[in-house]
């Protein structure tokens, strides 16, 4: 674990044993379990879960909600998103957490998701799973099954949800 003054790690993160991370990172309120390796510029927030053996690469945001099962890829600059419906204000005044809702999102045991990759909240993404890069993932997507492209859509293996 590195602690030098390039990393901002919250004292409320839990980190794992052995847990590897690179320059850059901005860590509070999360959990990051044993043998996880983040890297540069990647950004995890408050109240979420990267389980053990697990990579996530450098650029990449984890927002508040999405939850990572063990032994799942995050590809480079892959952006997670938690509110379905964002606004800077209500009722003309700068909006606070009571203002909106967290809405979670779950990435299953081994899936893998490529680089550039955008995921919407309120979905899962099956065990063994694969997002193509680039994807814009707006839908659940079943066990076992690759899907790309903006929607993103099956291209191999199991169903549309």
């Known amino acids: 674990m590195s602690g ?5 790690i919250a004292p409320d993160v839990v980190l794992g044993n052995n847990v590897k991370l690179s320059k850059f990172i901005n860590l509070y309120g999360c959990t990051i379990g044993d043998n996880t390796k983040i890297g540069a510029f990647v950004e995890i927030q ?19 909600g999405v939850t990572i099962e063990d032994e799942a890829f995050i590809g480079h600059g892959v952006m997670f998103i938690n509110d379905k419906m964002p606004r800077s204000t209500t009722n003309g005044m700068l909006q606070t957490e009571a203002d909106w809702k967290v809405v ?3 990435i299953k045991k ?5 680089s550039g990759a955008t995921i919407m909240c309120g979905i899962t993404i099956g065990e063994n ?4 890069a680039g ?5 659940d997507v ?5 899907v790309a492209g903006n929607p993103a859509r099956v291209v191999r293996g199991g169903e549309e949800k």
């Open 4 to 8: 030098d003054n390039f990393n901002r």
């Open 46 to 64: 408050k109240n979420a879960v990267v389980g053990k053996n697990c990579k996530v690469s450098s650029h990449t945001f984890v927002c508040e």
């Open 104 to 106: 979670p999102t779950l």
């Open 110 to 114: 081994g899936a893998s998701i490529g």
């Open 129 to 132: 799973a694969m997002v193509g």
């Open 135 to 139: 994807s814009m993932v707006l839908k």
């Open 142 to 146: 079943a066990a076992n099954t690759v």
